[in-house]
Structure formats: structure tokens, C-alpha cells
């Protein structure tokens, strides 16, 4: 996809993190937003910015876990703009701690928001693109994933959203080949980050009532969330820096895009033990620090 400016970009999880940094640039490219989010305070804030700046913009409050409520967020897009061009299933959530100890809560709502969210946006987006591109001479459309580098390893005390992530990078894969083969006029992407400063390590600020857990945290979720604030806290790459390598990589029709490739051997590592059959290896290999801090706070 070349050609953004009165183009319709839809972002689930808008109001935050790297969604409102593509919102940012997708203003800049002189596109036309539709922000999900089911954080009302920050979508507010970020339709008051954008419409302060005169850009069109239609901010809506979207559960992507819930298919009405896509199908409402794609209804209303439809009414407004007429047409989508460009969409990042963006929305996403984190649970930690030792993969056994998770409830049942915590895996349907990250399961809920990371694969139903991104499933529902793919089911019910792609037609309507496909749609659009039989009306518009010339329709350049592309549908943006955000996986993570937890969708390409396996650390511990990530599991369930391991689980989530490895579930978007397969679905992702299968949605550029599904592509591919009706030659469609829409390009995919799979976006994979390694940790990096936003609201992620809190994404608990937005769990619904009736998925919270009654049990107190245990200690490996406890540790799992110190973790997890320190590593996404302390990244050095911008969530800016990663949407505008997002926004090349869907004119240069990119598939695979990461915040830190220097993270990859990691990736290779684990591919080769998959091939030689060998045992998965440490994937804190290059930070042993790590493994020995969890492994002391589990014992106690
Ligand atoms: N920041 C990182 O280190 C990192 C690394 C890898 C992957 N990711 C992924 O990036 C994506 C964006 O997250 P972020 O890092 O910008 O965090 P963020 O918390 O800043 O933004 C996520 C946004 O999603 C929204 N959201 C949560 N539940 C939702 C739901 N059910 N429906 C609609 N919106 C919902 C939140 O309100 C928030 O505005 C997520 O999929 C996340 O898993 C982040």
C-alpha cells in the first residue's frame, strides 16, 4: 500500500501505546481515523487532539473480544467514511506468572482480547475491504496484526500470552496466504515486538469486572508483573520509532516486522532446536541474570 492521503485507517487499541502512534502517523499521511478503545477517558483525550487538528476522526468504544461490538465498530465506519483501506488489530492485554497457576479468567481474557479480537477484526474487516476494493479503481488496502516476539519464543512465566501471540503470528500468516492466493489488492503484516515503553505492563487497568481473578496473585505472578514493568519500562526503542518502521514496511508490503531484530537470534535458536529435536533451549540465554532472579523469588 502507497497511497494513504483520504484513506480510511481503523487501529483497535487507538487510545494507547503503538495504536496512537499509528493514529499519529496515519493523521500525518492525511488519513481519515476510526479509533477503538475500551479505555473511554484515553479515547476522549485522543479524539480531542485529532479533531483539534481538524483531521476526520470517529472514536468509538469497542470491546474487540466481543463480535457485535466489531461488527458495530465496522457498521460505523462504513456509515461515515464508506470505505476502509488500512487496519491494525492492534488491541492487546498481559497475564504472567507460571502457565498451571493461571485461572480460567485470565486465559479467556487475553485469549479474548489477543486472538478473538484480532480473528474478529480479520473475519469481519477483510470482506468489507474486499468489498471496497470492487468499488474504488485502483483500492490499495493492508491489515496490520500486532503480535510480539512472544509470538515467536516461549519465555516462562508468560505462558498464557505466549499462547495468544503465537496464535496471531500463525493466523497472520495464514491471512497473507489466503491473500496471496485470490490475488486481493490488500497486503499483511505481522508486527512482533520486543519490550517497549507503553501501558502494556498494565493493561489490568482495563479488565472487566467479571474477568477479574478472586485469589490473591501468587508469587510467580507477582514476579511475572515486576518483570514485566521493569523490561517494557526500560525499552529503548519508542513505540514512535516502531510505527513509523510499521508504516515502511506496509509501503515497502513487508510482512514480518520487528522493534529489536537483534533479538532474533533467539528465534533462530529455538527453529533449530525444533529441526535437530533438541529440548527448547533458555530463552534468557543472553541475560542469565533473569532466569536466577525468577528462580529465587519462586523458592522463596
Ligand atoms: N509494549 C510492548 O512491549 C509490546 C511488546 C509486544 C507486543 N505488544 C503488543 O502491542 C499491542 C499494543 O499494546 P501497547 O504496547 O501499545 O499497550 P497499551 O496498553 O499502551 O495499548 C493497548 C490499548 O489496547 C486497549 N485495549 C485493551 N483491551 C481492549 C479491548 N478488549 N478492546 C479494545 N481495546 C482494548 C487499551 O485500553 C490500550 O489503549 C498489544 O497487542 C500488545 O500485546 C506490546
Redesign the pocket.
Known sequence: MKNFKDKVAVI????????HEFALISARLGMKLVL????QD?LDKVRAEFEAQGVPVLAMR????KAEQVQALADATMEKFGAVHLVFN?????SGGLIWENSQADWEWVL???LW?VIHGVRIFTPLMLECAKREDGYQGHIVN?????GLLNAPTMGV?NVS?HAVVSLSESLYQDLSLVDAPIGASV??????????S??HR?RPGDMQNTAAPTASQRAAQVMSDKA?SS?KVT?AEVAQRTFDAIREGQFYIY?HPEALGNVRDRMEDIINQHNPGDPYKAAPHIREKLKSVLKG
Open positions: 483497535t487499541g487507538g487510545a494507547s501505546g503503538f495504536g477503538a478503545d475500551v479505555q484515553a469497542c470491546d474487540v473480544s492492534n488491541a492487546g492485554v498481559g479474548g482480547v489477543n479480537g500486532t503480535a510480539s516476539m512472544a500470552y501471540k508486527l512482533c515486538p520486543y519490550f517497549v515503553p507503553t501501558g502494556i498494565q493493561s482495563n517494557v525499552g513505540a522493534s
